[in-house]
């Protein structure tokens, strides 16, 4: 459910309105706020279906004695022993390096509430494999930042042109007239993108 003050909030923009009352956000998982889970989990999701990513990825939790995969234990893990539950070799490399950049960091109690989404992106990016786009996903759905606005992803960009009009535009006009058309929907553009997500 969302709160009823940001739904209120949104709701007052003629645009999002009828997708306020149209549809009914769901819910995800937030795996308690952990980041580094989070990510290991994006990855492996990438370029998958759920179904297919959610078999692999509890293949790959079955692996650790207590079904978490701490640093150290994915470190141990050769390249051999992640592709033979299912992941990618580019993907066993991705998790590899989470897991190093973790202990690398010290980032294992990291609070992450002392952090502005600018830092956690500029921090997560510079992961190999981790994106802008999975950084995002990882501050809206395990942090619950609530005022990103994912523009590098597809389906809330090309609903984000059809609900404004705005086709005839490219490039960085094209981002500019984007973000001009959600800055109303501060400080809950990361509620609006899921209500983009869910026009389909």
């Not at 009823?4 to 009352?21: F, N, T």
């Not at 897991?99 to 952090?115: C, M, N, V, Y």
Request: charged share 25%; aromatic share 10%.
């Amino acid at each position: 459910m969302i709160d009823p003050a940001i739904a209120d909030h949104l709701r007052r923009h003629d645009k999002l309105a009828p997708l306020i009352e149209r549809h009914t956000l769901k819910p995800r998982p937030d795996h308690g706020g952990d980041v580094y889970f989070g990510l290991l989990r994006s990855i492996t999701y990438q370029q998958l279906s759920g179904r297919a990513a959610g078999t692999i990825f509890g293949r790959f939790l079955d692996l650790f004695p207590d079904g978490y995969p701490h640093p150290e234990r994915v470190l141990d893990l050769s390249e051999t022993d992640l592709r033979a539950v299912g992941m990618s070799r580019s993907k066993a490399g991705y998790l590899h390096g989470v897991a190093e950049f973790w202990l690398e960091h010290k980032l294992i109690d990291q609070d992450w509430s002392r952090l502005s989404d600018e830092e956690i992106l500029a921090l997560l990016t510079q992961i190999r494999g981790v994106g802008q786009w999975t950084a995002e996903m990882v501050l809206m759905f395990v942090l619950k930042r609530p005022d990103l606005l994912p523009l590098d992803d597809l389906v809330v960009r090309r609903n984000l042109i059809a609900l404004f009009d705005l086709h005839h535009l490219k490039g960085k006009a094209l981002v500019t007239a984007m973000l001009a058309a959600a800055e109303p929907w501060r400080p809950y553009r990361s509620y609006a993108s899921r209500y983009l997500w869910e026009m389909g």
